[in-house]
């Protein structure tokens, strides 16, 4: 399972639909299907085990359920299902807790039209809380580096770090939120040259989170390829509130000189991907603040010039 997400990961396909998730994959003649549209907790009918669970996506204007059950020291808390006729998930995740077994975390998300998923894995259940009816879950791995389940699994069985882990690991839940959000509403493509590689896209944020009002929603958000989020960030293409595009002068004499272009081209040109949705839009006035520090430092001469 894990492979099949990697696998899809490595493609650009790291947000996959339900129907991709129902169908599945194929291990040795056997379709493996990975949720079901009516349980949170799932396994397949051969597994003794979970082997997945999922969280829905928030509805419009609510925060996202999950939210609120990752504690402090970045512990997902994941609820027990509450109905008798569900009872069989639960013993299925007891089982996964009682073996060790790895399980992938399926967190819906919907900012736009069509609903996706994004797979957090690998996912240990490493306590129970019987009083909360809650499972304790500790979610490790990189999302840009390949699955290392041995690592995984002594990081969360010792109590050695476990404070520093786990806020990272709560940080990092965060900043993939963001990332799925601000990625699905921009259909995966860079507002600014349209490139449709999803393994080179990246959520930038327009007033960085270090700010206070740098909050990780789509609307302070951009989707950007690599190179026009660092173009972005260090100041050398600048996008103002009507969505304009400007390159730095610094930036377009460098390319007529070399006889090179990566920024010049989009110069005076508009975003050719935004959301629908005008709540998720880039805001206007986050664009502005970013803009007005891009022309500060420009026409101020801080960032130095080209040497011709």
């Not at 609120?68 to 997902?76: A, K, S, Y």
């Not at 050695?160 to 993939?176: A, D, G, M, N, P």
């Not at 930038?204 to 690599?226: F, Q």
């Not at 100041?235 to 304009?244: F, Y």
Request: charged share 30%; glycine share 8%; hydrophobic share 40%.
């Amino acid at each position: 399972m894990m492979a099949w997400f990697d696998a899809r990961r490595h493609e650009g396909r790291e947000l996959t639909t339900f129907r991709d998730l129902e169908v599945g994959f194929l291990w040795h003649g056997h379709r493996i299907s990975l949720i079901a549209r009516n349980q949170g907790i799932w396994k397949p009918a051969a597994f003794a085990a979970a082997l997945t669970f999922k969280t829905t996506a928030p509805k419009e204007g609510r925060e996202a359920p999950y939210e609120d059950r990752i504690d402090e020291d970045g512990t997902l808390r994941y609820k027990m299902a509450a109905t008798r006729d569900k009872e069989w998930t639960n013993r299925a995740m007891m089982l996964a807790a009682e073996r060790g077994y790895p399980l992938a975390w399926l967190v819906g998300t919907k900012p736009a039209n069509t609903l996706y998923y994004y797979a957090r894995f690998p996912a240990f259940i490493t306590g129970v809380d019987l009083e909360n009816r809650e499972f304790l879950i500790t979610i490790g791995g990189d999302p840009d580096q390949p699955v290392d389940l041995s690592d995984i699994r002594k990081r969360a069985a010792e109590g050695i770090e476990r404070k520093y882990v786990s806020r990272w690991t709560k940080q990092r839940l965060h900043q993939q939120r963001f990332r799925e959000n601000v990625l699905s509403a921009y259909d995966m493509s860079c507002a600014v040259c349209d490139m449709p590689h999803a393994q080179l896209i990246e959520a930038a944020h327009i007033v960085a989170d270090a700010d206070d009002a740098g909050i990780p929603v789509v609307a302070n958000g951009l989707a950007l390829c690599r190179v026009h989020h660092t173009a972005y960030d260090k100041h050398l293409l600048g996008i103002d509130e009507s969505r304009r595009i400007h390159v730095a002068e610094r930036a377009r004499r460098l390319e007529e000189v070399t006889g090179r272009s990566a920024l010049a081209p989009f110069d005076g040109g508009r975003l050719t991907h935004v959301p629908e949705r005008r709540a998720l839009q880039p805001d206007g006035q986050r664009l502005r603040r970013h803009f007005d520090r891009f022309v500060d430092l420009n026409q101020g001469g801080l960032l130095g010039a080209v040497d011709l």
